[in-house]
């Protein structure tokens, strides 16, 4: 896989998590065009990025978290949950195969979903300068 089909992949993803969320509370969703690399070993990257869905204010967020898990279960991804730093619910989607996962949670702001995905490992040709956005 090289890097444009991974990461094309992985803001799939993004978007299909995203499209879980009623539309009716949906104010914007808004993904970012690139994201940065990181080493799975010494010869393979991943794409790591995210979208963020801005929802109406006194949306519950949690419960929209808990519905990703919900819909995700049995399905190819293993889930994980957790509270994190700031005590918010979030949902880890990881392929049991690769190194592909999204986080499903709370934004940085108090009526956002942040979905941060990382791609399947895939192989830079020799030279390929791994620093910036990508």
């Known amino acids: 896989m090289s890097l444009d089909e991974a990461k094309e992949t992985a803001q799939a993803m993004e978007l ?21 690399l990181f080493s799975c070993s010494e010869t393979e990257w991943r794409w790591k ?15 929209i978290v808990r519905a990703v898990q919900v819909h995700y279960e049995g399905s190819r991804f293993d889930l ?6 700031v005590d918010h619910f979030e949902v ?5 195969d690769t190194a592909e996962n999204y986080i499903v949670s709370e934004g940085f702001g108090p009526d956002e979903i942040r979905i941060a995905s990382g791609s399947v490992c ?11 956005a990508f």
């Open 16 to 36: 299909e998590i995203a499209g879980l969320v009623p539309s009716e509370v949906v104010v914007s969703v808004d993904q970012m065009p690139k994201g940065t």
């Open 49 to 63: 990025g995210a979208t963020t869905v801005t929802v109406r204010k006194g949306t519950d967020i949690e419960a």
């Open 80 to 85: 994980g949950t957790r509270q994190d730093i």
């Open 92 to 96: 880890q989607l990881t392929s049991p």
């Open 122 to 132: 895939f192989t830079l040709p020799e030279g390929t300068w791994t620093r910036g």
